[in-house]
């Protein structure tokens, strides 16, 4: 991953009805995907509580530690280029992050 993204994050009073993204979860940790095949991760940023957040840039970026390997499109579609592993970023605006390792047979 040779990319720097930008990160939005408040500072915010403990009775503000806006927080930060506390975390991000995803159906899947893992995937086994066919060279040539595509599939959409499905993720879900959450925030603190029932805090609102301000969206400031996308919810969620997706980023990928080898492009030759596996692509991923601004929607979360991965698609599957050639054999080998990689991993593939779900980041929120903050830059909590996860991680879905990405294996291609």
Known sequence: ???SLIVYTFALDKNSKYGNPAKVTVKKNSLNLLAGKT???QATVVTEGK???KKLCAEKRYLTSDSSIVTVSKNGKI???KKGEC???VVA???VVKRIK???S
């Open 39 to 41: 599939e959409t991760i």
């Open 51 to 53: 805090k609102k957040r």
């Open 1 to 3: 991953m040779n990319e």
């Open 93 to 95: 605006q903050n830059g």
């Open 87 to 89: 991993y593939v970023y």
């Open 79 to 81: 698609t599957a280029k």
């Open 102 to 104: 990405v294996k291609v």
